[in-house]
């Protein structure tokens, strides 16, 4: 059980260059998540999925796209980067749909995004 | 809305002494609280959470988070802290009904130091 994972881990990009993170997790959650983390500002929400098919936008989606064609897979995407999303990327699932919120979220190990 | 404070950006204390780091929320419904650390260069873990019932909630490695409704707060203390202790602590926030439940807001983090 591997649980969530993220790859890459690190990557270099240009302005303007686009790229795909990705995510997967194999305990069969229906809740994705995708968060980003940046110093002093804690982990704010990029977008999330309830399940395969269904995705919304959290806190910052601006620049950002998903989607969810399988319940074990929920790629992020950045169309032309830029500087401010310089960050650190988090995926994370949680069991159970909305009426088990109190269930605990797994988060992946990070990406480490420079945009330069 | 949501909003999580987590009033001290970074805690220094010596090996064995006590530690308390604050958190203070504010919601118009009701939630669930959450506690997630992170370890250096790894994802976040959830370390304890209160749901309902006991005021008083406890983790496996001795932290300890009280919930007081009319404080609005969810402390986490530790009677005697460890230098494998050092890490990142957030405190985080879900509604338990309603659009976006089960979407976390989190605090900006307070890094605790431990010094031996």
């Known amino acids: 059980n591997a649980g969530v994972t993220q790859t890459p881990k690190f990557q270099v990009l240009k302005t303007g260059q686009s790229m795909t993170l990705q995510c997967a997790q194999d305990?069969?959650?229906?809740?994705m998540s995708w968060y980003r983390q940046d110093p002093g500002m804690g982990l704010r929400l990029i977008h999330y999925?309830?399940?395969?098919?269904?995705?919304d936008q959290g806190e910052v989606p601006n620049g950002y796209n998903v989607s969810r064609s399988t319940t074990e897979d929920f790629p992020l995407r950045l169309l032309s980067a830029a500087p401010s999303q310089t960050s650190v990327y988090f995926c994370?699932?949680?069991?159970?749909?909305?009426?088990?919120?109190?269930?605990?979220?797994?988060f992946g190990p990070g990406t480490r995004l420079t945009v330069l | 809305a949501q909003s999580v404070t987590q009033l001290d950006s970074q805690v220094p204390v010596f090996e064995e002494a006590p530690v308390e780091l604050r958190c203070n929320y504010s919601?118009?419904?009701?939630?669930?609280l959450f506690w997630y650390v992170q370890y250096p260069n790894q994802g976040l873990q959830l370390l304890l959470k209160?749901?309902?019932?006991?005021?008083l909630v406890e983790s496996i490695n001795g932290f300890e988070a009280e919930f007081n409704k009319s404080q609005t707060s969810f402390h986490l203390r530790k009677p005697s802290v460890h230098i494998s202790d050092t890490a990142e602590y957030f405190c985080?926030?879900?509604?338990?009904?309603?659009?976006?439940?089960?979407?976390?807001?989190f605090g900006k983090g307070t890094k605790l130091s431990v010094k031996p």
């Open positions: 209160y749901l309902s019932g006991s005021t």
């Open positions: 919601s118009s419904v009701s939630v669930y």
């Open positions: 305990m069969n959650h229906e809740y």
């Open positions: 994370a699932s949680r069991e159970g749909l909305a009426g088990v919120s109190y269930n605990e979220q797994f």
């Open positions: 985080a926030v879900s509604k338990n009904y309603g659009g976006s439940q089960g979407n976390l807001i």
């Open positions: 999925s309830v399940g395969a098919g269904i995705t």
